[in-house]
Protein backbone atom coordinates (compact mmCIF):
# COMPACT_ATOMS: atom_id res chain seq x y z
CA UNK A 1 0.00 0.00 0.00
CA UNK A 2 1.25 3.66 -0.64
CA UNK A 3 1.91 5.97 1.87
CA UNK A 4 4.12 8.80 2.89
CA UNK A 5 4.83 10.66 6.27
CA UNK A 6 7.50 13.11 7.65
CA UNK A 7 8.61 14.78 10.99
CA UNK A 8 11.57 16.53 12.29
CA UNK A 9 13.06 16.96 15.85
CA UNK A 10 15.55 19.23 17.25
CA UNK A 11 18.00 17.65 19.38
CA UNK A 12 20.87 18.83 21.52
CA UNK A 13 23.14 17.74 18.09
CA UNK A 14 21.13 18.80 15.52
CA UNK A 15 17.78 18.12 13.69
CA UNK A 16 16.26 15.02 13.42
CA UNK A 17 14.57 14.60 9.82
CA UNK A 18 12.47 11.89 9.16
CA UNK A 19 11.03 10.25 6.41
CA UNK A 20 8.94 6.96 5.41
CA UNK A 21 7.49 6.16 2.99
CA UNK A 22 5.93 2.84 0.91
CA UNK A 23 4.85 1.44 -2.23
CA UNK A 24 2.99 -1.99 -2.91
CA UNK A 25 4.99 -5.34 -2.12
CA UNK A 26 3.25 -9.13 -1.68
CA UNK A 27 5.89 -9.02 1.99
CA UNK A 28 7.62 -6.39 4.14
CA UNK A 29 10.75 -5.29 2.19
CA UNK A 30 12.72 -2.21 4.68
CA UNK A 31 15.33 0.11 2.99
CA UNK A 32 17.18 2.33 5.23
CA UNK A 33 19.04 5.44 4.27
CA UNK A 34 21.11 7.08 7.42
CA UNK A 35 23.39 9.98 8.18
CA UNK A 36 26.92 8.69 9.32
CA UNK A 37 26.08 9.90 12.79
CA UNK A 38 23.12 6.93 13.40
CA UNK A 39 24.34 4.28 11.45
CA UNK A 40 24.66 2.44 14.74
CA UNK A 41 21.04 2.57 15.30
CA UNK A 42 19.98 0.58 12.38
CA UNK A 43 18.98 -2.66 13.78
CA UNK A 44 16.71 -1.22 15.98
CA UNK A 45 14.95 1.23 13.52
CA UNK A 46 14.10 -1.94 11.06
CA UNK A 47 12.68 -3.66 14.02
CA UNK A 48 10.36 -0.91 15.38
CA UNK A 49 9.15 -0.59 11.60
CA UNK A 50 8.81 -4.36 11.42
CA UNK A 51 6.26 -4.07 14.84
CA UNK A 52 4.07 -1.64 13.00
CA UNK A 53 4.17 -2.54 9.76
CA UNK A 54 3.76 -5.85 8.18
CA UNK A 55 3.53 -5.52 4.20
CA UNK A 56 4.84 -3.31 1.42
CA UNK A 57 8.42 -2.15 0.26
CA UNK A 58 9.11 0.54 2.90
CA UNK A 59 11.63 3.02 2.62
CA UNK A 60 13.48 4.85 5.57
CA UNK A 61 15.42 8.23 5.13
CA UNK A 62 16.48 9.53 8.33
CA UNK A 63 19.49 12.08 8.44
CA UNK A 64 20.54 14.57 11.31
CA UNK A 65 21.46 18.10 10.36
CA UNK A 66 23.42 20.05 12.34
CA UNK A 67 22.69 23.65 13.90
CA UNK A 68 22.11 26.48 12.29
CA UNK A 69 25.82 28.50 12.03
CA UNK A 70 27.90 24.67 12.73
CA UNK A 71 28.01 22.40 15.98
CA UNK A 72 29.02 24.44 18.82
CA UNK A 73 32.59 24.71 19.49
CA UNK A 74 34.46 24.41 22.78
CA UNK A 75 38.13 24.91 24.14
CA UNK A 76 39.52 22.25 25.92
CA UNK A 77 41.28 23.93 28.74
CA UNK A 78 43.47 21.40 29.79
CA UNK A 79 44.75 21.27 26.07
CA UNK A 80 45.30 25.07 26.14
CA UNK A 81 47.81 24.84 29.32
CA UNK A 82 49.47 22.39 27.73
CA UNK A 83 50.10 24.11 24.58
CA UNK A 84 51.26 27.36 27.09
CA UNK A 85 53.58 25.17 28.87
CA UNK A 86 55.42 23.93 26.26
CA UNK A 87 55.74 27.55 25.07
CA UNK A 88 57.21 28.98 27.97
CA UNK A 89 59.57 25.72 28.04
CA UNK A 90 60.58 26.80 24.02
CA UNK A 91 60.60 30.48 24.24
CA UNK A 92 64.34 30.59 25.93
CA UNK A 93 65.49 28.41 22.93
CA UNK A 94 63.96 29.91 20.25
CA UNK A 95 63.27 33.77 21.51
CA UNK A 96 61.70 34.39 17.77
CA UNK A 97 59.57 31.63 18.04
CA UNK A 98 55.68 33.14 18.02
CA UNK A 99 52.60 32.01 17.57
CA UNK A 100 49.28 33.82 16.47
CA UNK A 101 45.69 32.65 17.97
CA UNK A 102 44.68 31.02 14.84
CA UNK A 103 47.65 28.77 14.80
CA UNK A 104 47.07 28.16 18.42
CA UNK A 105 43.01 27.08 17.70
CA UNK A 106 44.24 24.65 13.98
CA UNK A 107 46.60 22.56 16.81
CA UNK A 108 44.76 19.45 17.13
CA UNK A 109 42.62 18.97 20.07
CA UNK A 110 42.21 22.66 21.21
CA UNK A 111 38.56 23.15 19.71
CA UNK A 112 36.19 20.07 20.16
CA UNK A 113 32.75 19.51 19.09
CA UNK A 114 30.10 18.40 21.91
CA UNK A 115 29.85 14.54 22.12
CA UNK A 116 27.07 13.20 21.62
CA UNK A 117 25.47 10.95 24.00
CA UNK A 118 24.50 7.47 21.55
CA UNK A 119 22.14 6.56 24.12
CA UNK A 120 20.06 9.73 24.15
CA UNK A 121 20.51 9.88 20.45
CA UNK A 122 19.30 6.54 19.91
CA UNK A 123 15.58 7.83 22.22
CA UNK A 124 15.32 10.31 20.26
CA UNK A 125 15.61 9.10 17.17
CA UNK A 126 12.91 6.20 18.21
CA UNK A 127 10.58 9.07 19.81
CA UNK A 128 10.71 10.73 15.81
CA UNK A 129 10.52 7.55 14.30
CA UNK A 130 7.23 6.24 16.25
CA UNK A 131 5.57 9.63 15.11
CA UNK A 132 6.14 9.27 12.26
CA UNK A 133 5.06 5.62 11.92
CA UNK A 134 1.85 6.98 13.54
CA UNK A 135 0.97 9.09 10.88
CA UNK A 136 2.43 6.54 8.03
CA UNK A 137 -0.23 4.32 9.38
CA UNK A 138 -3.27 6.50 9.94
CA UNK A 139 -2.67 7.63 6.03
CA UNK A 140 -2.08 3.64 5.12
CA UNK A 141 -6.03 3.51 7.50
CA UNK A 142 -7.16 6.20 5.64
CA UNK A 143 -6.31 4.56 2.15
CA UNK A 144 -7.38 0.83 3.19
CA UNK A 145 -10.83 1.79 4.37
CA UNK A 146 -11.73 3.23 0.97
CA UNK A 147 -10.05 0.31 -0.91
CA UNK A 148 -12.17 -2.37 1.69
CA UNK A 149 -15.42 0.09 0.33
CA UNK A 150 -14.30 -1.07 -3.57
CA UNK A 151 -13.66 -4.69 -2.38
CA UNK A 152 -16.32 -5.28 -0.48
CA UNK A 153 -18.65 -4.02 -3.68
CA UNK A 154 -16.72 -6.82 -5.57
CA UNK A 155 -17.52 -9.55 -3.00
CA UNK A 156 -21.17 -8.51 -3.26
CA UNK A 157 -21.21 -8.93 -6.97
CA UNK A 158 -20.04 -12.46 -6.77
CA UNK A 159 -22.58 -13.25 -3.96
CA UNK A 160 -25.38 -11.84 -6.08
CA UNK A 161 -23.91 -14.07 -9.23
CA UNK A 162 -23.54 -17.07 -7.38
CA UNK A 163 -27.48 -16.98 -6.11
CA UNK A 164 -28.28 -15.83 -9.80
CA UNK A 165 -26.76 -19.08 -10.84
CA UNK A 166 -27.97 -21.32 -7.63
CA UNK A 167 -31.46 -19.80 -8.90
CA UNK A 168 -31.37 -20.41 -12.35
CA UNK A 169 -30.11 -24.11 -12.42
CA UNK A 170 -33.13 -25.75 -12.25
CA UNK A 171 -34.42 -24.77 -15.22
CA UNK A 172 -31.22 -25.32 -16.86
CA UNK A 173 -31.18 -29.21 -15.76
CA UNK A 174 -34.79 -29.56 -16.55
CA UNK A 175 -33.61 -28.46 -20.42
CA UNK A 176 -30.62 -30.35 -20.49
CA UNK A 177 -32.66 -33.45 -19.38
CA UNK A 178 -35.62 -32.77 -21.96
CA UNK A 179 -33.01 -31.72 -24.92
CA UNK A 180 -31.38 -35.47 -24.21
CA UNK A 181 -34.32 -37.04 -24.03
CA UNK A 182 -35.51 -35.96 -27.00
CA UNK A 183 -32.23 -36.64 -28.75
CA UNK A 184 -32.73 -40.44 -27.58
CA UNK A 185 -36.10 -40.59 -28.47
CA UNK A 186 -34.98 -40.50 -32.04
CA UNK A 187 -33.22 -43.22 -31.89
CA UNK A 188 -34.46 -46.15 -33.93
CA UNK A 189 -33.30 -48.63 -31.25
CA UNK A 190 -35.72 -48.56 -27.83
CA UNK A 191 -34.08 -47.73 -24.32
CA UNK A 192 -34.86 -49.75 -21.33
CA UNK A 193 -36.40 -46.70 -19.44
CA UNK A 194 -35.02 -47.73 -16.38
CA UNK A 195 -31.31 -48.05 -17.89
CA UNK A 196 -32.34 -44.50 -19.42
CA UNK A 197 -33.26 -42.59 -15.80
CA UNK A 198 -30.29 -44.22 -14.10
CA UNK A 199 -27.97 -42.47 -17.40
CA UNK A 200 -30.07 -39.23 -16.97
CA UNK A 201 -29.35 -38.64 -13.68
CA UNK A 202 -25.26 -39.99 -13.71
CA UNK A 203 -24.96 -37.18 -16.57
CA UNK A 204 -26.61 -34.22 -14.65
CA UNK A 205 -25.05 -35.14 -11.74
CA UNK A 206 -21.88 -34.17 -13.24
CA UNK A 207 -23.17 -30.93 -14.25
CA UNK A 208 -24.30 -30.53 -10.87
CA UNK A 209 -22.80 -27.60 -9.33
CA UNK A 210 -24.73 -27.05 -5.66
CA UNK A 211 -21.12 -27.46 -3.64
CA UNK A 212 -19.26 -24.79 -5.84
CA UNK A 213 -22.17 -22.40 -5.13
CA UNK A 214 -21.98 -23.78 -1.51
CA UNK A 215 -18.17 -22.67 -1.29
CA UNK A 216 -18.47 -19.62 -3.16
CA UNK A 217 -21.04 -18.77 -0.46
CA UNK A 218 -18.91 -19.63 2.48
CA UNK A 219 -15.71 -18.08 0.92
CA UNK A 220 -18.05 -14.67 0.74
CA UNK A 221 -18.99 -15.17 4.48
CA UNK A 222 -15.46 -15.06 5.01
CA UNK A 223 -14.32 -12.30 3.29
CA UNK A 224 -17.22 -10.11 5.10
CA UNK A 225 -15.14 -11.37 7.76
CA UNK A 226 -11.38 -10.83 7.40
CA UNK A 227 -12.50 -7.33 5.86
CA UNK A 228 -14.02 -6.30 9.72
CA UNK A 229 -10.24 -7.44 10.94
CA UNK A 230 -8.29 -4.41 12.69
CA UNK A 231 -5.20 -6.34 11.62
CA UNK A 232 -3.55 -6.90 8.62
CA UNK A 233 -5.49 -8.63 6.19
CA UNK A 234 -4.19 -8.63 2.82
CA UNK A 235 -2.88 -12.46 2.81
CA UNK A 236 -5.45 -13.95 3.74
CA UNK A 237 -7.64 -12.00 0.65
CA UNK A 238 -4.53 -13.64 -1.20
CA UNK A 239 -5.51 -16.86 -0.19
CA UNK A 240 -9.27 -16.87 -0.19
CA UNK A 241 -8.99 -15.37 -3.77
CA UNK A 242 -7.12 -18.53 -4.92
CA UNK A 243 -10.28 -20.56 -3.95
CA UNK A 244 -12.82 -18.18 -5.32
CA UNK A 245 -10.84 -18.64 -8.56
CA UNK A 246 -11.02 -22.22 -8.39
CA UNK A 247 -14.48 -22.41 -7.81
CA UNK A 248 -15.34 -20.05 -10.65
CA UNK A 249 -12.91 -22.50 -13.28
CA UNK A 250 -15.30 -25.45 -12.27
CA UNK A 251 -18.36 -23.95 -12.92
CA UNK A 252 -17.12 -22.71 -16.20
CA UNK A 253 -16.15 -26.34 -16.97
CA UNK A 254 -19.62 -27.69 -15.84
CA UNK A 255 -21.51 -25.45 -17.73
CA UNK A 256 -23.29 -26.49 -20.12
CA UNK A 257 -25.65 -23.48 -20.74
CA UNK A 258 -24.90 -19.57 -22.03
CA UNK A 259 -25.89 -18.58 -19.00
CA UNK A 260 -24.24 -19.99 -16.14
CA UNK A 261 -21.21 -20.11 -18.77
CA UNK A 262 -21.46 -15.96 -18.85
CA UNK A 263 -21.83 -16.24 -15.11
CA UNK A 264 -18.65 -17.70 -14.61
CA UNK A 265 -16.81 -15.41 -16.98
CA UNK A 266 -18.45 -12.37 -15.09
CA UNK A 267 -16.86 -14.58 -11.65
CA UNK A 268 -13.92 -14.37 -12.54
CA UNK A 269 -13.38 -10.29 -13.91
CA UNK A 270 -14.63 -9.78 -10.51
CA UNK A 271 -11.86 -12.20 -9.11
CA UNK A 272 -8.99 -10.44 -10.92
CA UNK A 273 -10.86 -7.13 -9.71
CA UNK A 274 -10.37 -8.04 -6.06
CA UNK A 275 -6.97 -9.50 -6.58
CA UNK A 276 -6.02 -6.03 -8.62
CA UNK A 277 -7.09 -4.28 -5.05
CA UNK A 278 -5.89 -6.52 -2.57
CA UNK A 279 -2.03 -5.85 -3.93
CA UNK A 280 -2.72 -2.42 -2.70
CA UNK A 281 -3.94 -3.52 0.79
CA UNK A 282 -1.66 -4.68 3.93
Known amino acids: MTAFASGE??????????????VNHRFLEVGVR????LRALEPALRERIAARIA??????????????GGAALELDPQRVRELGQLAQDLAARFPALHTDFATLLAVPGVLR????????????????LDAVIDEFVAAREREGAKLAAVIRERVEAIAAIAADVRAMMPA???????????RLADL????D?????????IWLQKLDVDEELDRLDAHVAEARRVLGLREAVGRRL?????EFNREANTLGSKSVDARSSAAAVELKVLIDQVREQVQNIE
Open 9 to 22: RPTAWGTLACELRS
Open 34 to 37: LSDD
Open 55 to 68: RGKVDLSLRLRAPE
Open 113 to 128: TPTVDPAALQAETLEL
Open 172 to 182: IRAGQRAKLEA
Open 188 to 191: AMPL
Open 193 to 201: PGRLEQELV
Open 238 to 242: DFLLQ
